[in-house]
């Protein structure tokens, strides 16, 4: 790979330091605090590092997202659905339309890619 096709580059994404973007807006029972930062963006499509503090939440995708977990763990359950474990090293994607809760269990890193 040449650095002429590199577009991003965040090294450490497991300790690299965060920004404050304030209470999660999904939060279901009390305040969790995100921190994160974005590495790349192109209009609504970006990718970055995004934690949050233990705590439920309701999400329902109005885009699709990839995850990578960096620490933490957390149970998601869509609609109608059973619940899911995921913890450091779990993949996921949640398409567009997905709706449901995710429970962090303890407090959680990630690393997102909206498409």
Not at 6 to 17: F, K
Not at 48 to 67: A, L, T
Not at 90 to 95: E, G, L, S, T
Request: charge should be negative; include cysteine.
């Amino acid at each position: 790979m040449t650095n002429a096709i590199l577009t991003a580059l965040l090294p450490g994404a497991d300790t690299a330091d965060l920004e404050d973007w304030g209470p999660l807006d999904e939060a279901t029972d009390g305040p969790m605090a995100v921190h994160g930062v974005e590495v790349w963006a192109d209009g609504d499509r970006s990718a970055g590092i995004w934690q949050c503090s233990p705590g439920p939440s309701f999400w329902r995708q109005d885009e699709n997202e990839m995850i990578y977990v960096l620490s933490g763990r957390m149970t998601v359950t869509p609609e109608g659905g059973e619940p899911l474990d995921l913890g450091a090293g779990d993949i996921a994607v949640f398409p567009v339309g997905w709706a449901g809760t995710w429970v962090i269990h303890e407090t959680l890193r990630k690393v997102y890619v909206l498409f």
